[in-house]
């Protein structure tokens, strides 16, 4: 697996929603403390980048390059079961040129999936509700891009 | 498309006075054939995907032009792999896609001034879509990527909706789409059709596992590639022998009942905006 790793020392930040959300579901997102963290994934990086805890904080890791099974990925969650960076990310933004990113809660790019658009970004997976489980909190597993 | 935005925002309205305690006043409802087609990726799902991003990078190459940028697309016009839906082309090329640096995705690193700017807008003017079940997900409103997102959908906020909501609804469904008893004996006559193929795995996850751990078991490179490759095309024309298209897409409908109400008025919306989207693709398409 092929993988670049950035800072591992745990950060902390205040934790700031981005935006207030109105009625129809969506709304304008402002600059948070959380935005310092969120820049370490710069733009059009060509990155898949990911977070240890929602917000864009924790431990910071990306990927560059379809990736089968995050526990092969440097960093991430320092758990006994060296689960690495698989059931580890909390937050995610993709910052790939010219593709979709795609992750998958089992490794090898199997189970639920989620097709996350360039230039697009999720804060907090802890709300993100997965049937057949509680949520998308340190869940996925592998990831690859999708080019169309 | 404003009044497919009007629309929403009634639904938003009802969702929120049903949570207010007026459940009961709330109809429940129906999916629309064309939303029933996108939560089951009916066919031909995969290649209206590739449709939509064909048209949106040749909107985005025409943005980023008119401001002086030469933008390069890079799709490959192929299919999104899928388990009961494989792209069999692409597996005899590349397997599952397990080959460490694959693919090289991500073009040319140096980008000259502006470039960042005339692509992806304002850093400061984004939205947040939030569904139903709880993913939020955060974009820019500015910038060439967003125009084409607008040009194609008509606001990049429905562009949002187009493409979340189907995966929201399709995550929903998998769980029982999985223990269905059809799926079940499906995944038992795949497995026979892989066994007869000299490949003995219980299902799709251990034959996917099996070509990972080739690459971790010292094989030299190539020879794994070829396993992997062997095994992905063998797992494919299985799981078309298997009758599993046609299966999921008959199963999925009955689980659909299951969709909330919510789900179901989303899913309903984000339909009439995919249509609306892929007409304007393929005027962009072939003019």
Known sequence: ?148 | MARLRSTGIAVTVAAAAAMAGCAAEAQPATLSPAALDLAVRSAPYQQEQVLLARAERTLTRECMAAKGYSYTETGTGTVLDDPWRPDLEGRRLRGYGLAKGDPPVNGPKKTPPGYLRALTGDENRRATLSLSSGPRFTFATTGCLAESRARLYGDVTDAARAAYVPQEAYNALLPSIVGDPQTREAVQRWSRCMRGRGHSYASASEARAAAAGAYRAERPGAEAHRFEIRVAVADGECALAAGFPGLIDRVGRLHAGRLTARQREDLNTAAELRAAGLRQARRIIER
């Open chain 1, 1 to 148: 697996m092929r993988t670049t790793q950035g800072p591992k020392t745990l950060r902390r930040v205040g934790v700031v929603l981005v935006g207030a959300l109105v009625s129809v579901g969506a709304a304008m997102a402002f600059p948070s403390a959380a935005q310092a963290d969120r820049n370490q994934c710069r733009d059009e990086s060509g990155l898949l980048c990911f977070w240890q805890h929602r917000n864009f904080s924790g431990v910071f890791g990306h990927v560059e390059f379809s990736n089968g099974d995050w526990r092969y990925l440097d960093g991430g969650c320092q758990e006994p079961d060296g689960r690495h960076w698989s059931n580890c990310a909390s937050s995610i933004r993709n910052e790939g040129r010219n593709c979709e990113a795609v992750v998958y809660d089992l490794p090898n790019y199997a189970g639920a999936s989620w097709v996350i658009n360039r230039d697009t970004e999720a804060a907090d997976l802890t709300q993100w509700g997965m049937p057949g489980s509680d949520n998308w909190n340190d869940k996925i597993s592998s990831n690859n891009w999708w080019c169309g």
